[in-house]
Each structure stands twice: as C-alpha cells, then as structure tokens.
C-alpha cells in the first residue's frame, strides 16, 4: 500500500508559491512561519518579480524557498506552518547547493539573473554563492562558441 504523502518527511525541501494564492503578500511574515518550524536548520527566500512568461509577459510574483532540517521534517507539517498546500512543497530532487544557486537563477543563466542581495536568508548568502562556481552546461558552451562570444584565445 502506498504511504500517506502527509507522512512523507524530508532534511530539505523547496517551497514555491504565487503571492495572490497567499494569506499575506509579505515575506517576513513568511520568514517567521520558517522559524517556527521544528528541527529547521537553514532557510533561504526570495521574492521572484522578474520572470517571464515565453510569450514575454511577466509571470505573477511568487516566492521560493529553500529549506534544510537537522531532522527529517514532514511535508504536511512544513506546508502548514508556512501556510502553503503541499503540493508547494518538493523535496530536493538534485543539490541543495543547486536549489540555492537557482534563487537567483545562478545556474539558469537564459533566466532574469536576480541579484544576491535580494535573497533573505538564516546564513550569508552573498558568501555562499560567491563560494560556489557554477558548471556551465556542454550545451551552453558549444552555442557560445559558435556565436564567437567564445574564442579560441579566451581558452588559454
């Protein structure tokens, strides 16, 4: 028999959601309902105004969160606590280190790169992602490349 998703627990988690579907538009009200949760270890959040739509209209404003525990937490107790349903909240299917970098869309470079300072955060941000290069993707490399953005002498 399959287990009862409000049973499954996580050490981390990610959690996103459009501002119109919340019951505050404010995102240190946001923050104290993170730091009421038990076993929370590190959090991270950011308000995401920027992006775009493929048909190049903004999408609604929403947050995105990244959330770490010292113990396995459920995803019924965190979708509770920070007011979300809980389908809003996945658990981490690469790296943390990659759902940290993807707050400002560090490691999606064809999306609007948001500034670092612009992320709230229980640890220093800036420091954290200064501290972590990104892989480019092969694909990304190739197409830079052959654009010439790329040269033969910017590999020495």
């Keep these: 028999m399959a287990e009862d998703v409000r ?3 996580v050490k981390s988690c990610e959690v996103m959601q459009y501002w119109e579907y919340m019951d505050t538009d404010n995102i240190e009200v946001i923050i ?4 009421k949760l038990t076993y929370i270890k590190s ?3 950011i308000t995401h105004d920027k992006d775009q739509l493929p048909n190049g209209q903004l999408k609604p404003a929403h947050f995105h969160c990244v959330l770490t525990f010292s113990n396995a937490t459920t995803i019924k107790s965190i979708a509770d606590c920070v007011g979300v ?3 809003y ?3 981490i299917r690469t790296t943390t280190k990659s759902a940290r970098l ?3 869309h560090r490691n999606n470079p064809e999306k609007y790169q ?3 300072e612009s992320v709230k ?3 220093d941000y800036i420091t954290y992602v200064d501290d972590c290069p990104v892989k480019q993707k092969r694909e990304s490399i190739a197409q830079r490349i052959e654009s010439g953005e790329i040269k033969q002498y910017n590999l020495c």
């Excluded at 104290?32 to 730091?35: E, L, M, T, Y």
């Design 7 to 9: 049973n499954i627990k």
């Design 32 to 35: 104290s309902r993170i730091k």
């Design 43 to 45: 959090w991270a959040i």
């Design 85 to 87: 349903e809980m389908q």
């Design 89 to 91: 909240v996945e658990k």
């Design 102 to 104: 993807y707050l400002i």
């Design 114 to 116: 948001y500034p670092p």
């Design 121 to 123: 955060a229980s640890f």
